[in-house]
């Protein structure tokens, strides 16, 4: 059982885990790709995907604060680009394309483009900055009362 707290020490600490995260990241991309985020699964792989890569970037984290700010930012982003994408661009392209623009081929790659941003980075950014923030004062709290209880006795 110590081998294996030991193994798990060291893969928690080293490159190899960020590795393991991006490779992980590549292969549940190649899978959505392959399903398709139409549908419930493919929507929930796409999150796993972006798990994935989110834990790879936020893993050396060591302030709660830095979860906070990803949690805000991840919010309020959804909201101003979905504000950008209804009042801004919409407008534009009917007033620059005409009655029919939104059913043309560059309207509909930027439709799926800033669709599949809010659909997959607002709710992995919200849940990491969540679930980060959370881990992170708990974990503190733990070691704050065991240093109390180890100077007490």
């Known amino acids: 059982m ?3 707290i030991q193994r798990l020490s060291t893969l928690k ?8 995260l991006l490779a992980l990241f590549l292969v549940l991309i ?7 985020l139409d549908n419930p699964t493919g929507i929930i792989i796409g999150w796993l995907a972006f798990m ?14 830095y979860f906070l700010v990803l949690l805000f ?8 680009l979905s504000g950008l994408y209804v009042e801004v661009a919409l407008p534009l392209a009917g007033w620059l394309g ?4 939104t059913q043309s081929t560059p309207w509909r790659i930027f ?6 941003l809010i659909l997959l980075f607002t709710p992995v950014g919200i849940f990491i900055g969540i679930v980060g923030g959370i881990w992170l004062g ?3 709290l733990v070691a704050q009362r065991n240093r109390g209880s180890a100077g007490g006795t």
């Open 13 to 20: 600490n080293s490159r190899l885990l960020t590795r393991v």
């Open 30 to 36: 190649i899978c959505v790709v392959f399903v398709g």
């Open 52 to 65: 994935a890569l989110f834990t790879a970037w936020v893993r050396r984290w060591r302030k709660i604060r």
């Open 98 to 101: 005409g009655v029919n623009a």
């Open 73 to 80: 930012v991840s919010f309020i982003g959804a909201i101003v």
């Open 2 to 4: 110590c081998k294996m």
């Open 111 to 116: 439709h799926v483009i800033v669709s599949n």
């Open 138 to 140: 708990i974990s503190r």
